[in-house]
């Protein structure tokens, strides 16, 4: 028998993945939890879990290890609260929150509790990230002065289906997390962060350009400063090719890091051309599995792998002010929000 027990709250797309990927440590058995009774029926026909209609009945009457919360974003923080308060390890999905109500709250309930608490910012886990991340924090090319994100996909691709469309799920609405700079750009603007510090300031321009049935924004430029580091974010979820590219500058070189070939390389001056670092995965859900695997290690008592509460908060004060300086034509300074 598995040593772990997982309760998954939420059942939509991306609480299938990570009940998929638990399943697939071999060190978990899996309770799936969702209000859609037919969605519940139709996966325990597909899966070997079980599956229940209230959350906190079976996080009392069961003996659960931990929890994964998939729930629209501004559920996550209350739900969080209550699992860690019953001694439930948990892992909550990216963006932390929609506003940083209850924010601070949720770290007395994480350290009161002694239990482990991450967030699902899965980049933490792509093999090619976290080598180009340890490259970058060693400072051999020096320190960094800038970056730049150039990001795209055709989002209704990936999120629409035979049994839903992307306009039916919490994407239509931001105050359940939705849009393009918190269902997307938030990725990127965590893992930036990881590496040249938290954002002080942005300036932001968005809008809805393409998508159909919706009105949130899908196209997205920022401009923000960490310290004396310079950032520009660019991403549209409605072109052809799925590519993201990221480029450190130095005084003595770059890292450029493509996330769609799965490879990082560097050039420095006086070299001729990149060269370049690969370490593919084969499929998504491989590096959820690794997610799953980290978390799992953390309960455990390994080091941390994954995002912290903390780093999640900072980055939900980055998708808090990106929208704030969309919606005045303002810089925004992160220091200037409150809950």
Known sequence: MPPHSILIIGCGSIGERHMRCFLRTGRTTVTICDTNHALLDHLTQLYPVTAVADWQAAIH????????????????IPIAKHLLETGIHTLIE?????????VDALIQSRDRSGRQAAVAYVYHTFPFLRQSSEFLRRGTLGPVKQVTMTSGQHFPSGRTSDAV??????????????????????????????IVGPT???LCDCAHQVLERVTV?????????????????????FQAP?????????A??????????????????????WNWQHAPTEGRDTHFTTQAHAFLDQIEGKS??????????????????????????????LADLHA
């Not at 009457?61 to 996550?76: N, S, W």
């Not at 039916?168 to 750009?185: P, S």
Request: net charge negative; glycine share 6%; with cysteine.
């Open 61 to 76: 009457d069961g003996d659960m290890t931990a929890a994964v919360i998939c729930t629209p974003a501004q559920l996550h």
């Open 94 to 102: 990216k963006p932390l929150s929609c506003s940083l109500q209850n």
């Open 165 to 194: 469309h992307y306009a039916e799920t919490y994407y239509r609405d931001r105050n359940t997390g939705g849009g393009a700079i918190q269902d997307a750009l938030t990725h990127s603007a965590n893992w930036v962060e990881s």
């Open 200 to 202: 002080d300031s942005v």
């Open 217 to 237: 924004e899908d196209t997205v430029h920022v401009s923000s400063r960490h310290g004396d580091v310079l950032v520009n974010y660019t991403l549209n979820q």
């Open 242 to 250: 799925n590519e993201t590219t990221i480029q450190f500058n130095t």
């Open 252 to 273: 003595r070189g770059s890292v450029k890091i493509e996330i769609h070939r799965q490879r990082w390389g560097t050039f420095r001056f006086g070299d001729s051309d």
């Open 304 to 333: 941390p792998a994954l995002c912290s509460i903390e780093e999640a908060a900072q980055t939900l004060r980055f998708n808090l002010a990106a929208l704030t300086a969309a919606s005045t034509g303002n810089r925004v300074h």
